[in-house]
């Protein structure tokens, strides 16, 4: 009876060593997803922003407005819910958001989206998706793509200092979300307490491009740009910008005899060609529109 026992125990230890074994040996598959994962990264002016989603395909489906209905929560991609995040507060819609981590769900409509963002947990889906959590609402219009695209896509475009746009595309359609970040507010007591301080470099041409691109105080910007020409004589790129200066301030004089100066200048340049070119075709853009 004990022989027969060990023989049992001995060929059960076998067998489970040759299972053990084959299952070492089996090669391991790794299929491709479904809904690929991506991660998107784009800085608007000096806000970060970051997006976390999962791209299904149409693969030949209607899936807004069918599989995902109008007028239903959906999660804005697949899998895990979306997540994207603002290193700043900002504007969506022109609807104030804190900087911080959000999750991105939207209800489409065949002509108008509500974009709803929630403080970011862990769902996957939106099966639970709580209206209460709610920390912004938003509408949007769609717009009509001229061709379908295969692949759900959000990307960030337009992009300005101040501004860009969040558009979420899919089959025929483009849903635009406007951003909006407030960079004035940040920067120009930077630039107010560098300008005041006893500081050996100062950022006179850009201070004096930035006070000009956003309509702020010209007479600084024209004293700044003056600045950096003393530094840089031979700068006929700051004389291009000294000339817009000038057109913004209505010295349109000014302007087209500094925009002359700066051709003058960038003529004698035989090292920098490409810079040479196109600062000449800059300024003979802005002569021919003040004249």
């Given amino acids: 009876m004990k022989t027969r026992l060990l023989r049992s125990c001995l060929c059960l230890a ?75 507060p900002v504007k969506l819609q022109g609807s104030k958001l804190d900087a911080g981590t959000y999750e991105l769900f939207t209800i489409p409509g065949p002509d108008e989206w509500t974009i709803i963002l929630q403080k970011a947990g862990k769902q996957w889906g939106a099966y639970q998706y709580k209206e209460e959590n709610d920390v912004l609402r938003v509408k949007a219009r769609p717009v009509a793509l001229a061709s379908p695209l295969e692949t759900f896509t959000i990307d960030i475009n337009d992009i300005r200092d101040e501004s860009a746009t969040l558009d979420l595309i899919w089959a025929d359609w483009r849903v635009p979300v406007k951003i909006e970040v407030d960079v004035v507010a940040t920067i120009v007591p930077q630039i107010e307490a560098v300008m005041a301080s006893d500081a050996a470099k100062k950022p006179y041409a850009q201070a004096a491009m930035f006070y000009r691109d956003h309509d702020l105080d010209l007479k600084k910007a024209a004293a700044w740009i003056d600045a950096a020409i003393a530094e840089q004589p031979n700068a006929y790129y700051y004389l291009y910008h000294k000339a817009r200066i000038l057109a913004k301030m209505g010295d349109k004089a000014g302007a087209l005899a500094t925009a002359r100066q700066s051709i003058e200048l960038a003529a004698k340049d035989k090292e920098n060609l490409a810079a040479k070119a196109e600062y000449t075709r800059l300024n003979e853009a802005l002569i021919a529109g003040l004249q």
């Fill in 14 to 88: 076998s067998a489970l060593l040759a299972a053990a074994s084959l299952s070492a040996q089996a090669p391991k598959i790794e299929f491709p997803a479904a809904s690929p994962a991506a991660t998107l990264k784009q800085r608007v002016g000096l806000t970060d922003i970051e997006i976390n989603y999962s791209r299904p395909g149409l693969k030949g489906r209607v899936v807004v407005g069918k599989i995902d209905p109008y007028g239903k929560v959906w999660r804005t991609g697949a899998n895990s819910a979306t997540r994207i995040s603002f290193s700043t």
